[in-house]
C-alpha cells in the first residue's frame, strides 16, 4: 500500500476530517500555485496529511463542548501526533514534509502551537490560512453551531496571515 493510500485509510475513520484535509489541500495548492511558491505539490501533500493525528483522539473528543483543559492538551497535540503517524505510514518521509505538518498551527510572534514558533514559514502559514478558513466555512463535527460566513472566515485569518496570502485566498474562494 502506497503512503497516501494508507494516508487515505487513517483518515477514513473519520470522513469529515477527511473531507477537510482534501479540502484544505486543495485550497493549498490554489493558493501556493498563484503566489508562485516553489514546491506547491510538497505543500499539498503536507496540507493533505495536516491532522492525521485528529485520528488518535478519543471519539467522544469530537462531540464534546465545552472541552477542558486535558481535552484541550489533546487538541493542541495534533500536529505532533500526525508526524508520529507519518513516520509510521511513511518512514522516509522528508523532514519538510513533517516540519509543515507540525507547523500548521504556528502564528507569528509565537503564538501558535505546537512549538510557539516566532517565525512560522510562508508555507506553514498558507496551509494554516487554508485550514482555518475551511473549518471555519463547513460545519465541524466537534464544535457546536452552524459554520460560518466566508467574510468572517478570511477575517480570522487576517489576524495572522501575511497580506499576499489573504490576497491569494481571496482570489481563490471568490472564483
Not at 509565537?110 to 485550514?131: Q, V
Amino acid at each position: 500500500m502506497g503512503m497516501i493510500d494508507a494516508a487515505r485509510k487513517t483518515l477514513s475513520i473519520y470522513p469529515l476530517v477527511e473531507s477537510h484535509c482534501r479540502r484544505v489541500a486543495n485550497l493549498t495548492f490554489a493558493v501556493s500555485s498563484l503566489l508562485r511558491v516553489p514546491n506547491h505539490k510538497k505543500i499539498t501533500l503536507a496540507a493533505y496529511l495536516h491532522d492525521l493525528g485528529k485520528t488518535a483522539w478519543p471519539t467522544e473528543l469530537f462531540t464534546k463542548y465545552p472541552i477542558d483543559s486535558s481535552d484541550w492538551a489533546l487538541i493542541t497535540a495534533h500536529p505532533i501526533v500526525s508526524v508520529n503517524i507519518l513516520d509510521e505510514i511513511w518512514p522516509k518521509s522528508p523532514e519538510y514534509i513533517k516540519a509543515l505538518v507540525r507547523g500548521h498551527h504556528e502564528r507569528p510572534g509565537g503564538g501558535g502551537y505546537p512549538d510557539g514558533l516566532m517565525e512560522p514559514t510562508l508555507e506553514m502559514l498558507i496551509i494554516g490560512a487554508c485550514d482555518v478558513y475551511d473549518a471555519i466555512i463547513n460545519r465541524r463535527e466537534f464544535i457546536p453551531g452552524k459554520a460560518l460566513s466566508p467574510e468572517f472566515a478570511l477575517s480570522q485569518v487576517e489576524q495572522f496571515a501575511p497580506a499576499p496570502i489573504v490576497d491569494a485566498l481571496k482570489k481563490v474562494v471568490q472564483k
